[in-house]
């Protein structure tokens, strides 16, 4: 079964850039219609999407975040990374890496399988 395991700094100063990364075991990460997603979580709010790494090696992003966030990865090392800029405090969050599995002939959705989330806090 694939596993995903977030890692990052859990403190960032206002203005800094957030690098987080998510190392996944159990499966490739270039697996056949899987996606590799990043979602925040702000205390008290409801998920964020922020965007998703395709196994093709496509990238999407949250319209609203794009400007400011990049995902990447590593193929040699199955990992997933977020790097988001200009952090603030609203920025704080759980930030959570999802796997997605889209059976073929799939529109939308799929099998998922989260991180944990690591607590990310913007301090001003």
């Known amino acids: 079964q694939v596993q995903l395991q977030e890692s990052g700094p859990g403190l960032v100063k206002s203005s800094q850039t957030l690098s987080l990364t998510c190392t996944v075991s159990?499966?490739?990460?270039?697996?056949?219609?899987?996606?590799w997603s990043w979602i925040r979580q702000p205390p008290g709010k409801a998920p964020e999407w922020i965007g998703a790494?395709?196994?093709?090696?496509?990238?999407y992003y949250n319209p609203s975040l794009q400007s400011r966030t990049s995902i990447s990865r590593d193929t040699s090392k199955n990992t997933v990374y977020l790097r988001m800029n200009s952090l603030e405090p609203e920025d704080t969050a759980i930030y959570s890496c999802?796997?997605?599995?889209?059976?073929?002939?799939?529109?939308?959705?799929?099998?998922?399988?989260w991180g944990p989330g690591t607590q990310v806090t913007v301090s001003s």
């Open positions: 999802k796997a997605t599995f889209r059976p073929t002939g799939w529109e939308s959705g799929g099998f998922e399988y």
């Open positions: 159990g499966d490739s990460i270039t697996t056949t219609n899987s996606y």
């Open positions: 790494s395709h196994y093709a090696g496509n990238y």
